[in-house]
T-cell receptor
Framework: DQQVKQNSPSLSVQEGRISILNCDYT??????FLWYKKYPAEGPTFLIS?????DKNEDGRFTVFLNKSAKHLSLHIVPSQPGDSAVYFC???????????FGQGTRLTINP | DAGVIQSPRHEVTEMGQEVTLRCKPI?????LFWYRQTMMRGLELLIY????????DSGMPEDRFSAKMPNASFSTLKIQPSEPRDSAVYFC???????????FGDGTRLSIL
């Protein structure tokens, strides 16, 4: 039972364009969401988060959007840079809970 | 600041042997998490500690797996006896109080032959 799903295993985007990574969840108790970025042979690195009281959170080139009614969130990266090439994981938890549930990840490749 | 430190980075051993993975969390962090990443199951939580006390070990696959946190700066994950299906990348993460994100170590790549 996958509670957090990233349906696109991979995504290829041209440098300078927008990258949009998607994530769906099924558990209505989830109200805190995070995106992590992972390079090969390294651990996941925290990127940005959003709580359910918001529908948007922005940090530089990265913006996360949350649609609670659709149980869907997305990460926008604009403009995309070669260093953004990595695997991106969506994660979710219930507020106050410590356990994070991760999606399977999306491999983003930025082409020059 | 030093991040979460895991050792060894790679471990190759024969089935039936005991394996011990080590983790040093970020100083001051109250929570410590052990994860396993495989192609089939992705990144899954095995166990987590709060103030050195195990809180939830429901993700530990079976009795062959055990984890300890003898003090605030050290934790171990032990597999005894190891089996080929335990081959995976094992991550340790820590976080502080409140809704802070978890910070991950670089993982231990374990291969059981």
């Amino acid at each position: 039972d996958q509670q957090v799903k990233q349906n696109s295993p991979s995504l290829s985007v041209q440098e300078g364009r927008i990258s949009i990574l998607n994530c769906d969840y099924t558990n209505s108790m989830f109200d805190y969401f995070l995106w992590y970025k992972k390079y090969p042979a390294e651990g996941p690195t925290f990127l940005i988060s959003i709580s359910s009281i918001k529908d948007k959170n922005e940090d530089g080139r990265f913006t996360v959007f949350l649609n609670k009614s659709a149980k869907h969130l997305s990460l926008h990266i604009v403009p995309s840079q070669p260093g953004d090439s990595a695997v991106y994981f969506c994660a979710a938890s219930a507020w106050g809970a410590q356990k994070l549930v991760f999606g399977q990840g999306t491999r983003l490749t930025i082409n020059p | 600041d030093a991040g979460v430190i895991q050792s060894p980075r790679h471990e190759v051993t024969e089935m039936g042997q005991e394996v011990t993975l080590r983790c040093k969390p970020i100083s001051g962090h109250d929570y410590l998490f052990w994860y396993r990443q495989t192609m089939m199951r992705g990144l899954e939580l095995l166990i987590y500690f709060n103030n050195n006390v195990p809180i939830d070990d429901s993700g530990m696959p079976e009795d062959r797996f055990s984890a300890k946190m003898p003090n605030a700066s050290f934790s171990t994950l032990k597999i005894q006896p190891s089996e080929p299906r335990d081959s995976a990348v094992y991550f340790c993460a820590s976080r502080g109080l409140g809704n802070q994100p978890q910070h991950f170590g670089d993982g231990t790549r374990l291969s059981i032959l």
